[in-house]
Structure formats: structure tokens, C-alpha cells
């Protein structure tokens, strides 16, 4: 395998950086990587907040988002090994959760997994909605209470229709489950038995779920939502989330510095400054698959098998390597961080929008195995489809459409008698670069060639017609 190449490295993954950054207006996003527990990147891009000077650093706080959910789980198995739970255990012996299917009871080690069954309940959203941190398009839910938490996740028994371990759902309801679950054999609350039992030891002492206690930190980023606006995308400033009701799935905050120290910590297999802190066999249960994620054609890891363990994503051959991974977004911040067990490798980065494109991740993962990160399938598409964007005509103008890119797909509009707009899919999906596609409309499936030979001469056969591009804008890149 080849050696990282740090100025190569930086060259190509700063430029990307900096171009999501713009194009996504986003204010601050910190990275830090470390081989064999010595940082070989670290860089910190743009500024706490919109407003004033305030430069990112290594310790800037940000929501963490999704990140937390390992952290819940490891929790859990300390318990475990402390003789206080069993995660075999039904769920109902811990919290009042009675629903199952088939008098098959959901178990502990369910939820960790996202293996239970349930399907997205969507507290976590309706929270954030209700904290006033988005404008989900969603109704409002009655959330002040853990009764009010309790009945609205009961009242779903009617939305379970497989078993336990049958379909990957992610739920950040069941996270909300096990930070009560640890709360309730702890005998404390789920924020301070972490805070204790797993940060303190790490070090990891500014990481909060406290809003109080991050308003008076130093050094803490401003979160901000996506607003609609006529002029395109617009970010508002907000407050990190802080609600008991999101903290295990999702209300952490910390730093690129301290989420080192957490993901060294599982690298280590459970050992901290030379101290087992939870044993070595179920932090690897962690890193093991407990659950299939149904596989679907993705332009960041093509052809591999993606599983849940307890709280982390595993990628289970990355170009020969094993990855765990676990990203997170809160509707105001966000971020990713990994691990590669082989290379003993940590990657974190941590930005304050709520949420970016995840190819920054997977350019770093290519590079850290030695390989081109300019090779990713996703860059290859963008840079494609960007080429056969623009406006076409057919013979003489008779008819003149527009191919643009929306949401990872190329369309055709067209307003020749009404106004249309017809998706374009690849007929390959696995294809970055494909210049055949189908639609459909209300007389079946419509098959639509490009002819890519040089930007001068594109064209496409639609139906009876041929459109040739009369224009060539890139974009900046």
C-alpha cells in the first residue's frame, strides 16, 4: 500500500474544502487526522461565526450530532460489564416500552444496532423543530416530558411489521431509549454518567451537553440552519441543540482535539494512558457487524458492504481496509469521524451548517490508503454531469431544452408546450461518467444517448430528434 502523501494531500483536499465551503456557505469546518497517535494533518478553515474574526482551532466546539451515538453504546457495555444490564435483555425491563411483534420483545442490544424494527419516528426532528433550531415542514409534536417521549413511541405499534434484527432502520428514537435505559440502572442522569464515566477519563473535559456550559466557553462555534430564501441557500445563526430528549442519539459537543482522544480510545481497543477502561472483547463487539445496512448504489463507496455495529458504521472493505465511520448532523452542525483498525488511523472533521456533502470524507479515506482521492466516482460524475449541462437545440431551433443538475441528477426542461422537467437516469448506475440514461413518461421508458466527444460537438438522441449543446459555461471551480 503507498504512503500518505501529505503535500499532495493537502493541494487537492484543501481546494475541494474550500469550494464546499463557498458553495455551501459554511462559516468554520476543522480537520484533524493522526497515524499511530501522532497528528500527520491538522488544519482549521474559516471562523467560528459569520460575524467577526473568530478563527476555528483544533478546540472549537461544535454540535457532534449522530457522532454521540457510539459514545451511548459504549456507555451501555460499561454498564454491561458492571454486572447493571444485560444487552439481551427486552428493553421493557428497564423503560416502559411495550410494543414488539409477535410476543417477540425488542432487546437492548437492538437498539444499539438500529435492529429493532421501529422505523423513524422522527422525535429527534420534531424537537429540533419545536427548539425553533430548523423550519422542518413537519406538524408539532407535544415533547416536554418523558411521558409525553414514552407515548409517542408506544403509539407505534401498529408501524412495526418485521422482527428484531430483520431491516436496517435507523432510529434516533432507540438512542433516546438507551440514554434512559443508562440513566435509569446508573442511578444518575444519562449527561453526568457520561460526563464521569467515559469523558473525564478520555480527557475529554470541554466536551458538553450543557448549553450553559458551552455559552461560557472560550472557544465554541455558532451552529446555523438552512432557511428558505428566493435567492437560493441562506444560513441563520442558532444555538447548538440541548435537549434531554436528543442527547444520547445526537447532543454532544466537542472538538476535532477531544474526538481524537474518544476515537484513539476505540483504537485501542478500550485502553486509555495504559488503563483498560471497558474491556478489550466488547469494544471489538462495537466494531463488528450486528447489522446489514440494505445496499444501495453510492458514488462515495461503490460495491461494498456497509453494516451498523453498536453506535458505528462499517464499511467492511474500503480498497482492502476496513473502516468504521459515523457521521452527524443536527440541522446546525455536523461532521464525520473514523477510524482504520489496520493503518491505525483516526480522521475527524467538524463543521457548524447543518449539514455538507460527504465526498470531503471519502477524498481523505482514498489518500490515507495511498491512492488518488481525485479518483472518487462522485468527483468523476460532478465533473461529467457538469459537462453536459446547458442549453440544446434541434434542427434549425425548432425545439430548444436545458440539461441542468439538481439534487445529484441531470434533467431535462423543456417548455415547448408546457413546461417539463424530466430526470435523467443512468442506465449504469455504477457508471461515474454515463452518457446513457432513460426517462420515463406517461407512455413508458424513453431512452436518451449523449454523443460526448469533445465540448464543441455534444449531443443527445431523444425519441425522433437530435439536440446538439450551443453553449459551454463550466462553473468556477
Known amino acids: 500500500m503507498a504512503d500518505f502523501d501529505v503535500q499532495k494531500f493537502k493541494e487537492i483536499y484543501e481546494r475541494e474544502v474550500v469550494k464546499l465551503m463557498r458553495d455551501s456557505k459554511v462559516p468554520g469546518l476543522s480537520v484533524l487526522i493522526t497515524k499511530k497517535g501522532k497528528t500527520i494533518y491538522e488544519r482549521n478553515f474559516g471562523s467560528r461565526e459569520w460575524t467577526g474574526t473568530k478563527p476555528t482551532t483544533s478546540d472549537t466546539l461544535y454540535g457532534i450530532a449522530s457522532m454521540t451515538k457510539s459514545m451511548t453504546s459504549t456507555a451501555i457495555l460499561m454498564l454491561q460489564e458492571q454486572g447493571k444490564l444485560d444487552i439481551k435483555d427486552p428493553i421493557s425491563k428497564y423503560i416502559p416500552v411495550s410494543i414488539g411483534i409477535e410476543n417477540i420483545p425488542i432487546r437492548v442490544e437492538d437498539l444499539m444496532c438500529h435492529g429493532s424494527g421501529l422505523p423513524n419516528l422522527a422525535s429527534y426532528s420534531a424537537v429540533i423543530k419545536n427548539e425553533e433550531l430548523t423550519p422542518f415542514n413537519i406538524p408539532n409534536l407535544p415533547m416536554g416530558n418523558w411521558d409525553d417521549f414514552y407515548f409517542h413511541v408506544n403509539d407505534a405499534q401498529d408501524w412495526l411489521f418485521v422482527k428484531p434484527r430483520e431491516k436496517f432502520y435507523y432510529n434516533n428514537d432507540g438512542y433516546t431509549m438507551l440514554s434512559q435505559i443508562i440513566a435509569k440502572v446508573s442511578g444518575t442522569s444519562y449527561e453526568e454518567f457520561m460526563e464521569k464515566q467515559l469523558f473525564q477519563p478520555l480527557g475529554m473535559n470541554r466536551s458538553t451537553f450543557d448549553r450553559d456550559k458551552l455559552e461560557k466557553d472560550s472557544d465554541v462555534s455558532k451552529g446555523y440552519s438552512t432557511e428558505p430564501d428566493e435567492k437560493g441557500l441562506k444560513r ?83 480498497h482492502g481496509v476496513k473502516v468504521i465511520i459515523h457521521g452527524g448532523a443536527s440541522g446546525v452542525s455536523g461532521g464525520v469521524v473514523l477510524f482504520i483498525p489496520e493503518l491505525e488511523i483516526t480522521y475527524t472533521h467538524l463543521y457548524n451548517v447543518g449539514w455538507l456533502s460527504g465526498h470531503i470524507t471519502y477524498m481523505a ?93 455534444i449531443r443527445f438522441d431523444y425519441e425522433r430528434n437530435i439536440f446538439k449543446k450551443i453553449d459551454y459555461k463550466p462553473e468556477l471551480e
Open 236 to 318: 441563520k445563526p442558532k444555538p447548538h441543540l440541548s435537549s434531554i430528549f436528543n442527547s444520547g442519539a445526537g447532543g454532544l459537543n466537542s472538538s476535532t482535539r477531544e474526538m481524537t482522544k474518544y476515537i484513539q480510545f476505540h483504537l485501542n481497543q478500550g485502553r486509555v494512558n495504559g488503563k483498560q477502561l471497558i474491556a478489550q472483547e466488547l469494544i471489538e463487539e462495537m466494531h463488528k457487524a450486528q447489522n446489514s445496512i440494505d445496499k444501495s448504489e453510492n458514488y462515495l463507496v461503490v460495491d461494498e458492504t456497509q453494516n451498523y455495529g453498536y453506535g458505528f458504521g462499517i464499511i467492511e472493505n474500503f
Open 365 to 457: 479515506l482514498l489518500a490515507l490508503i495511498g491512492k488518488d482521492p481525485e479518483d472518487l466516482p462522485f468527483l468523476k460524475r460532478r465533473k461529467h454531469f457538469k459537462k453536459l449541462q446547458g442549453s440544446y437545440m434541434a434542427y434549425r431551433k425548432n425545439m430548444e431544452v436545458k440539461v441542468i443538475q439538481k439534487a445529484g441528477l441531470l434533467y431535462i426542461e423543456s417548455d415547448i408546450i408546457e413546461k417539463t422537467s424530466e430526470p435523467l437516469i443512468p442506465v449504469d448506475p455504477k457508471d461515474p461518467c454515463p452518457t446513457n440514461f432513460y426517462s420515463y413518461n406517461p407512455f413508458g421508458r424513453q431512452l436518451i444517448q449523449f454523443y460526448d466527444s469533445d465540448n464543441d460537438n
